[in-house]
Structure formats: structure tokens, C-alpha cells
């Protein structure tokens, strides 16, 4: 049992997994605002010896050095690696603390997003960002049967986005840093980034936070007339070359402002941003919370 568990923002999990929170420590402390800056960080964490976080605030060195007694620290979001996470891993391992996080639990919300939109696209359902009339991708509603989509990232967000378009008849390829062998069974093409992007008309990019693929020479390579989703939690490419491409007959599909990178696009006609976490739904606090219960009882070797 943990002697004080402090959680220094807001976590995200349902009403029944904060009460278990007290199963694990002699104290529980949880703070329901976003820590300002690192002093604000340190005096919220103070003498606990287990930190809780989710993905709004940095848990950096600065306020990890003023804290002394910390043994673990749980993300209470996706954790892919040390270099995209919001915590400062390596220095926390080098003091002996130990970093957990979780995975592939709001994923589900980010399919139906995918899908809910190209289907808007595509049809022509609904109204512009500035308010009129959408008209259909082609001037004539299509299905999603035979369009080409290239999948930039084939993790388990982009294996099921992959599967799900597979299912409604889309044709899918797909770039990642090592070809998967379950997908070559599915009959997913692997191509190189820059012919994967020539060839589809649909691209949408299922990377890490921070893992930037798409430069000059690869909207080059995309050329005109494409659709371009990204369901990553950064943006997935400079901002120059993109702000360039998106000039033309193109259109962009992200959630959030995070995702989307700057808020001067917000009102651009050709960007499509709803500014709402999509993988934020019931059933995604639901595994959340069980999952970071999970990882507690798996750091105190709890049954």
C-alpha cells in the first residue's frame, strides 16, 4: 500500500474506480484543476510516494527533482514511448521511480469518427464550417466500396480503422515502420510513405504524439484533391507544407485543436475540426479506469 497517492489534475475515471484509489494508500488526495506550472506541480505532490496524472500536464524534471519520495508514477493516458510521453521517464527511471501507463482504450470512439465523417464526405450530408450546404465529395454521393485509403501508422487505432474500412469495401495500403504479417493476410498493400500518399485517395494518419512524417516532399507526393484525416494527438506534419496544401481542393479532418496544431486553421473552409476528443466516451472512462486500477495493483503485487 502506497502512504499517499496524489493525483495532480483531473483523471478522467469513473466515480467507483476514485473510491477503490483508497484501497491502495494510507491517503488519497485528488485535485480537480490543471496544475499552472512545475511549483504548483511539486507542492501538489509534496511528500507522496505515487503520483497519478493524465495527458493535460507535463510532470517534468524541474518538479520531479522537488519531490524526493516518489516511487511510482501513473499516466492515466496512452503511454507509446519515453519521447512522446508527458512525463520526464528517463530521469524518472534513473531515480528508481517507476512509470506506467496505459493503452488502446479510447480507440473504438476514433473509428466511429473516422467512419462518421468520410460518410459526411463522401455523401455530402450535413453543412459547411461556415455554414452552407455541404455538397458530395464528387458532386455525386459514393460509397466507401472501392475508394483507396492509405493508413499512415497500422497500430492497434489504425489496424482497427484499417479493418473497419476493409469491412465497408474500401481498397487499403498502408505505411509503418515494419510490415505486418496479419495484414498481408488481409490483403493490405505495403508502400513506401511517398507512394502510399501518390496512390490514395483517403490518407489518415494514426501516429504517436510528437512523430512528425509528412514534410515538403511528402504533401508534394499527395498532391491535389485529397482527403487527409489524422487521429494522432499532435499534428502529423510541418506546418508550412501544410498550410500550403491545404490552400487547394483539399480537406482535413481532425478532432481536437491538439491534433489539429494551431487555431488559425480553425477557420479555414477546407478544415473540418470539431474540437472535441473523439476517443472520450463512456465506454472509453470505463476502460480506462479499469486499466489504471490494473497497473496499481500490478506495482503492489495486489491479486
Known amino acids: 500500500m502506497f502512504n499517499k497517492l496524489v493525483a ?3 483523471l478522467n475515471l469513473i466515480p467507483s474506480a476514485e473510491i477503490d484509489l483508497y484501497n491502495y494508500a494510507k491517503e488519497v488526495v485528488l485535485s480537480r484543476d ?3 506550472n512545475n ?4 507542492t501538489r505532490i509534496g511528500d507522496a510516494d505515487a503520483v497519478l496524472l493524465s495527458y493535460t500536464s507535463n510532470l517534468g524534471t524541474a518538479a520531479l527533482e522537488e519531490c524526493p519520495n516518489i516511487k ?5 493516458c496512452s503511454l507509446y514511448s519515453p519521447e512522446s510521453a508527458n512525463v520526464a521517464i528517463s530521469y524518472a527511471n534513473a531515480r528508481g521511480i517507476t512509470v506506467t501507463g496505459i493503452r488502446d482504450y479510447g480507440d473504438e470512439g476514433v473509428v466511429e469518427y473516422v467512419i462518421s465523417e468520410l460518410v459526411r464526405c463522401l455523401h455530402g450530408f450535413g453543412t459547411k464550417p461556415n455554414g452552407n450546404p455541404e455538397q ?3 458532386g455525386v454521393p459514393r460509397e466507401i466500396t472501392g475508394l483507396k485509403v492509405g493508413i499512415v501508422g497500422l497500430g492497434a487505432s489504425g489496424g ?3 479493418d473497419t ?3 465497408l469495401g474500401a481498397e487499403i495500403a498502408y505505411f509503418s515502420f515494419s510490415q505486418k504479417t496479419e495484414a498481408l493476410a488481409k490483403g493490405y498493400r ?9 496512390e490514395s485517395e483517403v490518407v489518415i494518419t494514426c501516429l504517436n504524439k510528437n512523430t512528425v512524417l509528412l514534410h515538403k516532399e511528402e504533401f508534394a507526393s499527395l498532391g491535389n484533391r485529397k482527403i487527409l484525416f489524422n487521429t494522432g494527438l499532435s499534428p502529423a506534419w510541418d506546418e508550412v507544407p501544410f498550410e500550403n496544401w491545404i490552400k487547394g481542393e483539399n480537406r482535413l479532418y481532425a478532432d481536437t485543436i491538439e491534433a489539429l496544431g494551431n487555431e488559425k486553421f480553425l477557420d479555414h473552409p477546407n478544415v473540418y475540426c470539431m474540437q472535441v476528443s473523439v476517443g472520450r466516451t463512456r465506454q472509453a472512462f470505463d476502460r480506462l479506469s479499469k486499466k489504471v486500477l490494473a497497473k496499481i495493483k500490478q506495482y503492489l503485487k495486489i491479486q
Open 72 to 76: 511510482s508514477i501513473g499516466m492515466c
Open 39 to 42: 511549483a504548483e506541480i511539486a
Open 34 to 36: 490543471i496544475p499552472s
Open 190 to 198: 505495403y508502400l513506401p510513405l511517398r507512394t502510399l500518399l501518390a
Open 136 to 138: 458530395p465529395w464528387d
Open 160 to 162: 482497427m480503422v484499417a
Open 165 to 167: 474500412l476493409h469491412f
Open 8 to 10: 495532480i489534475e483531473p
